[in-house]
């Protein structure tokens, strides 16, 4: 059978931060409606690597890509991408849940606003519930719309989170260990979620958390010192991989 058609290709991809060498000859391809997992030691290039796909690395002073990232066949390095519209379609949860100070319903309609999808308070009711539906969190809140989103647990920010993502409509959501604050319960929620979401979406997340790798990705991708070791599904990966360092990895032996 065919492979599907990648939604993100990486080719050749090589970062700078100023002189040094981040990430060097990143080629890799993430399928639409899978989970994407990337491992490897702290500091090898992993979060560096998901923030390129949506180029928040541009924030960055001094930082420069060589090679390509592509989304659904165009180059997001082009001069003529847009790049609020890029993020919209490829958005990002973090690490830490960062809501804004502002009520649970406003951070979800955030985005809303200001891209223009909704034209009506209607409209934008019906996305807020959508979307808190879609992160597994309006059961919780729909009686506390108007509260403070920082009241709520870390857990239920992340999913705020989440749900002020889905309420653009993206294609991609990057996840930089969104679960490493939370946590087993709220961790579980997450990873729920996740299982739930790829259905609809393509993830790629990051994650120290091997056996999170294991339960929740179909595909794995193994950093070390900035280059992509191997990248296979990730049953292949933790049952029978290719590559020494990778087995060291994953059975603990090294990292």
Same mark, same amino acid.
């Given at each position: 059978?065919?492979?599907?058609?990648?939604?993100?290709?990486?080719?050749?991809?090589?970062?700078?931060?100023?002189?040094?060498?981040?990430?060097?000859?990143?080629?890799?391809?993430?399928?639409?409606?899978?989970?994407?997992?990337?491992?490897?030691?702290?500091?090898?290039?992993?979060?560096?690597?998901?923030?390129?796909?949506?180029?928040?690395?541009?924030?960055?002073?001094?930082?420069?890509?060589v090679?390509?990232?592509?989304?659904?066949?165009? @180059?997001?390095?082009?001069?003529?991408?847009?790049?609020?519209?890029?993020?919209?379609?490829?958005?990002?949860?973090?690490?830490?849940?960062?809501?804004?100070?502002?009520?649970?319903?406003?951070?979800?309609?955030?985005?809303?606003?200001?891209?223009?999808?909704?034209?009506?308070?209607?409209?934008?009711?019906?996305?807020?519930?959508?979307?808190?539906?879609?992160?597994?969190?309006?059961?919780?809140?729909?009686?506390?719309?108007?509260? @403070?989103?920082?009241?709520?647990?870390?857990?239920?920010?992340?999913?705020?989170?989440?749900?002020?993502?889905?309420?653009?409509?993206?294609?991609?959501?990057?996840?930089?260990?969104?679960?490493?604050?939370?946590?087993?319960?709220?961790?579980?929620?997450?990873?729920?979620?996740?299982?739930?979401?790829?259905s609809?979406?393509?993830?790629?997340?990051?994650?120290?958390?091997?056996q999170?790798?294991?339960?929740?990705?179909?595909?794995?991708?193994?950093?070390?010192?900035?280059e992509?070791?191997?990248?296979?599904?990730?049953?292949?990966?933790?049952?029978?991989?290719?590559?020494?360092?990778?087995?060291?990895y994953?059975?603990?032996?090294?990292?």
């Amino acid at each position: 059978m065919d492979a599907p058609t990648p939604t993100i290709q990486t080719i050749d991809l090589d970062f700078y931060y100023g002189p040094s060498l981040a990430l060097h000859q990143i080629n890799m391809e993430i399928y639409p409606q899978k989970v994407t997992a990337l491992i490897g030691p702290s500091g090898c290039g992993k979060s560096t690597f998901l923030r390129c796909m949506n180029r928040m690395n541009d924030t960055i002073p001094g930082t420069r890509v060589v090679g390509e990232i592509r989304l659904d066949g165009k @180059n997001i390095y082009d001069a003529d991408i847009d790049l609020t519209r890029l993020r919209q379609r490829v958005g990002m949860v973090f690490q830490k849940p960062n809501p804004f100070p502002q009520s649970v319903f406003d951070n979800v309609a955030f985005g809303p606003r200001a891209v223009g999808l909704a034209r009506k308070r209607t409209d934008l009711q019906e996305i807020v519930e959508q979307s808190l539906t879609q992160a597994a969190l309006w059961d919780e809140v729909k009686d506390h719309l108007d509260d @403070n989103a920082l009241s709520l647990s870390l857990g239920q920010q992340q999913r705020l989170c989440m749900a002020r993502l889905l309420a653009v409509h993206p294609d991609v959501i990057l996840m930089d260990e969104p679960a490493s604050a939370l946590d087993p319960i709220a961790t579980g929620r997450i990873e729920e979620l996740i299982d739930i979401l790829k259905s609809q979406y393509t993830i790629v997340i990051v994650t120290h958390n091997m056996q999170q790798a294991g339960r929740i990705s179909d595909y794995t991708g193994l950093f070390w010192l900035g280059e992509l070791i191997e990248y296979s599904s990730t049953n292949q990966m933790f049952t029978r991989p290719q590559k020494e360092i990778t087995e060291d990895y994953i059975t603990g032996r090294m990292g």
